[in-house]
């Protein structure tokens, strides 16, 4: 079974309600450089498909919930289940991502430590084997 870093991030919580406040060397572990969200994500549909050549990801279903799948590429594979807004799962680089099981109200926020480009993204299942194959020893 593949290891999954999931944080959970503290709450601050009184009788106003919660809190969570994540910093970039704290609980976010890399330099956040861009933060984008999905919403309205339509029943049953599955997205991602894809791993990154350096782009790390925290991965936080800010209301409602979704689950991920994660592939490492060597035959190990895990479903993880995003469903409080104070955990985060961490998705290093080379790892192959789909999401999944959305409800009709799941906002997935994810952080990310690099800008948009197209470049970094492998999207093919089998160019990612490889890659991962290729890149074992670095
Ligand atoms: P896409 O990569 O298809 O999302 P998924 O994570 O499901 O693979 O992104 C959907 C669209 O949004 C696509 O046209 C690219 C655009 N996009 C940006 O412009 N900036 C971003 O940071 C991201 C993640 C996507």
Redesign the pocket.
């Known amino acids: 079974m593949m290891k999954v870093i999931k944080y959970a991030f503290q709450r601050h919580g009184d009788d106003r309600g919660m809190l969570v406040a994540l910093e970039e060397g704290k609980e976010i572990p890399f330099e956040v450089k861009?933060v984008?969200y999905?919403y309205d994500t339509v029943t049953g549909v599955r997205?991602?498909?894809?791993a990154h050549k350096c782009l790390q990801q925290i991965l936080i279903c800010v209301h409602g919930f979704c689950k991920i799948h994660l592939d490492n590429g060597r035959g190990e594979t895990a479903e993880v289940d995003l469903n409080t807004p104070f955990e985060g799962l961490y998705i290093s680089n080379d790892m192959w991502?789909e999401?999944y099981d959305f409800s009709s109200d799941a906002v997935l926020m994810?952080l990310?430590s690099e800008?948009?480009d197209?470049a970094d993204?492998i999207?093919n299942y089998d160019d990612f084997v490889k890659y991962v194959e290729e890149n074992r020893h670095e």
């Open positions: 861009r984008y999905m997205r991602g498909f894809h991502r999401m994810v990310a800008l948009y197209e993204y999207r």
